[in-house]
């Protein structure tokens, strides 16, 4: 659709093409994974898929809309501890107090514990906390044209502080150990591994929903909006529409989709402490997403998924080398290929097109240098220019 | 009147470390726009410097005094490689800089875990500044107030530098308006070059000074680098009086917060002010002005 020569017929193809991703995504996940993997696996792939699920959303707020968030742990965080304060007071019983609070403070509960004894409250807090937080903080900082570099430091700003701040509760919040020891999840006993596998088929649907959701954004109106922000933010604002609110609703979205995939991961992994949430996971989150392909639908979520692999895989075995072969990933990916592994050349002519890795999002390289010096007066510290659509 | 005196001593304490720590990247991120996170790493590669030297110089003065311009040089060459092999080729992509050279803090991180261990080493102190000094009021720890002036010394060192050499009236064009300070014969490559030589050696002088807060451990950048691109993103760009008050202004705040809070909370809510603070001058305290729409 961003092609205004596409006929109707190749944007058919092409839709089907993601119908197609979608399938085989649904049938790795959902068949395929469950068939072959171990219950030790199949958990693992379970953290893995609420990675991919943030993945979706930085994807959008990122790669689509330009706001690199480096805080998305915040709301991983937020929809992750309001799971576990259900969980706890579910498995302390009714008008009972969580282990911890006894062995640490006074036994009492704090007031604000109280409403996620109901189930109903939980699930809409998972939502709708880390929307409103991400809803306060985007439209202090959207409306007052902070961006780029600017809003990207701020992100990382509330990372830390978010940290810190959960650090330093330990009587109400766990502290440095976080919460932990769950033993139900609604009524299922987390002990039972046909429960195990449940929150795995969880996890997985959610993410094709959420994938399905970004899909469908994508194609519509908002979609081609918000990548026109993101290349040239005053263009769209001469046009008449408002940048700071089409880049709040996807920054809400991202936070939202963060917050349901920390409520997934708690359960799945059985615990949420600051070291799930601070600044080094937020920016793990991003590489994922910078790896797979920023702009592209399905890129993220490989992206997310293979790193994470590739940590559990060659970290526990070669803890030094990883982080050297991290670094160099991150550093070779974003320099060389901005639009991550799923624009090398080759694959980029053929595949990509057709299954949905297209390049709709525009090409990220940047402008030629000629160019770009007679674009950006200053050296662009907004960003703007990261993203100028090269020819399709 | 004790309590408030001390405080403001604290205060002050924290913002000149504060201060050390963002005022190179005060000069390379108003220069070049670049977000350079391995700015924490330079830190930590000033105070292993620092620590190295005190391994071939037993006398803790003499090594410390040595360690402060070597700490320059080694974070000065470090960054001067980076800009060299990486950020130049990314200057019209400032966000994907921050990813960049967080991937070689990452590494950079390892290396200094492999050279040196994962444990935290010491730097013994030199006898001078193990005391305190009493200001009448209040006691102040000597190490505090030797930081307190080496940060005024290189704030007044690079203010000399930006004012009356060839080099700083050259790296201000190029904050001005870059394309006009080439077309007038500035080679903004080699000054971009420069530039990031001096910052990065601020980082390394920075280094140095923490050890003798705390021991010194591979991730003893990451704990200063969130801070000090707040300072920058409070302070605004592209002028260092804008960094020297945010500093202080933020170590004030933190201090005062965490007398009548606890310092978690007074880190949530120094980071609420910033943002409040961003809600009336979206560009920080001073910034250059141009004409651009942003």
Known sequence: MTDTTATSCGKLRRNYGVLFGF???????????????????????????????????????????????????????????????????????????????????????????????????????????????????????????????????????????????????QVTLGGFNGLNGFRSFFGFNLYDPVNKRMLFYIAAIALLAMLAVVWQLYRSRYGELLIAVRDQEERVRFLGYDPANIKLVAYVLAAAMAGIAGALFVPIVGIISPANVGVVPSIAFVIGVAIGGRATLFGPVLGAIAVAWAQTALSENFPSFWSYFQGALFVLVIAFLPAGLSSVTLLQRSLPRRWGFGTRGGSLSPPPSDAGSLLSPEPDLSGVSAGTETGQ | MQALFSQLVAGLSLGSILLLAALGLALTFGQMGVINMAHGEFIMAGAYTAFVVQGVIADAGISLLLAIPLGFL?????????????????????????????????????????????????????????????????????????????????????????????????????????????????????????????????????????????????????????????????????????????????????????????????????????????????????????????
């Open chain 1, 23 to 169: 399938v085989l995504g649904a049938l790795a996940l959902l068949v395929l994974a469950p068939a072959v993997l171990s219950d030790f696996r199949l958990s693992l792939l379970g953290r893995f898929v609420c990675y991919g699920i943030v993945a979706v959303g930085i994807g959008l707020a990122w790669g689509r809309g330009g706001m690199l968030t480096l805080g998305q742990g915040v709301f991983f965080g937020l929809g992750g501890y309001v799971m576990a304060f259900h969980l706890k007071l579910a498995d302390a019983g009714p008008s009972g107090v969580p282990d911890f609070m006894l062995l640490y403070g006074s036994g009492h509960l704090p007031i604000w514990w109280e409403p996620f004894r109901s189930p109903v409250v939980t699930l809409l807090g998972i939502v709708l906390i880390p929307s409103l937080v991400a809803f306060g903080l985007g439209i202090a900082i959207f409306r007052r044209r902070v961006r780029g570099a600017y809003f990207a430091i701020l992100s990382q700003a509330l990372a830390a502080a978010f940290a810190i701040l959960l650090i330093g509760q």
């Open chain 2, 74 to 294: 080694v974070g000065g060459l470090m960054g001067v490689i980076l800009e060299a092999t990486l950020i130049r080729r990314m200057y019209y992509r400032p966000l994907d800089t921050l990813l960049v050279t967080w991937g070689v803090s990452l590494i950079l991180q390892q290396v200094a875990r492999d050279i040196f261990g994962a444990p935290n080493v010491d730097v013994r102190a030199p006898g001078w500044l193990s005391g305190s000094i009493d200001l009448g009021i209040t006691q102040v720890p000597a190490a505090r107030l030797f930081i307190l002036v080496l940060a005024a010394a290189a704030v007044i060192g690079l203010s000399l530098v930006l004012k009356m050499t060839p080099l700083g009236r050259r790296i201000r064009g190029v904050v001005q308006n870059r394309d006009l300070a080439e077309t007038v014969g500035i080679s903004t490559r080699s000054t971009d070059r420069l530039t990031f030589f001096i910052g990065s050696g601020l980082a390394g002088i920075a280094g140095v000074a923490l050890t003798l807060l705390g021991s010194t451990g591979p991730t003893l950048g990451t704990s200063y680098i969130v801070d000090a691109f707040l300072v920058v993103v409070a302070g605004g760009i592209g002028q260092i009086k804008g960094a020297v008050i945010a500093a202080f202004g933020l170590g004030l705040l933190q201090a005062t917060f965490e007398y009548s809070t606890t310092a978690s909370i007074a880190k949530v809510m120094v980071f609420v002010v910033i943002v409040v603070f961003l809600q009336i001058r979206p560009q920080g305290i001073f910034s250059v002005r141009t004409r651009s729409l942003a």
